[in-house]
């Protein structure tokens, strides 16, 4: 497997420094938060751009995906929205990403409704996605925590350029198991982030393998081909430790993960 971080763990890092970071951590890519507030951002013009992908393919590092916060199903202006998500994608296309981030965003409304908006918004936005040769994913958050909450929308949606994010925290958080996660999401599955808590009281970002998520148990789930992405929310939680201090032990846990996994078994191409 691959092994990007994501910048929401470096806050307002400078993109020079996050690529020799990431090649210097072992990391082979990069998940890219996407706000005023940081160094990339829908914005910035192609001069721009262009010198953000030198940086990288200077270091030899991917950039994984460029992560957005529109709210698909929001009770918001459709057309703002799928403004923002062609935004989001065209960044994407110019800086190399196969991927790009968008949340569900339901927020109290009845689930039908939400899921029907956002199915809508997602199978119209990928028609772009598609045009920009990106994949557009919804992140498994906030309305729709779960492997199966994804699948409502994905499945009508039923798009080679819309798929799943598998961020391991919030399904656990919601009570699904992750064989039940993956198994509604294998279909769309572009990436999956992984992070570690405490508890489910206290969800401060800490070391991967020092807290509860049940990281062995998602990564089994997985084929050899999938991207892992540390998602360390250092941005909401200053309290917590910097994250480049941690990254080369975080890889090597994973890695430890992986290696302690069974096999899977393999079968003859037909010919």
Known sequence: MKFA???????????????????????????????PDEPVHPGIEMPERAAVVKEFERAGVQILAVCGYTDLAAEADEAVALREIGELLWLARDLGAPYARVFPGGGDQDSSIADATAARLLGAAAETAAGAGVKLLLE??????????????LGPVGHLHAGALWDVLHPWLAGEDPVTTHGALAPFLG??????????????????????VPLAECLATLTPRTWLSWEYEKRWNPQAADLPGLLVAGREHLEGLLSSLPVQPTFPTAK
């Open 140 to 153: 498994t958050h906030d309305s729709h925590p779960t492997g199966e909450d994804l699948s409502r929308v």
């Open 191 to 212: 990436y999956v982030q992984v992070k570690d808590v405490a508890s489910r009281e206290d969800l401060t970002p800490i070391a991967l393998g020092e807290g509860v």
């Open 5 to 35: 971080f994501s910048t929401l763990g470096v806050p307002g890092m400078p993109t020079a420094d996050v690529a020799v970071l990431a090649a210097d951590t072992g990391y082979q890519g990069v998940e890219l938060r996407v706000a």
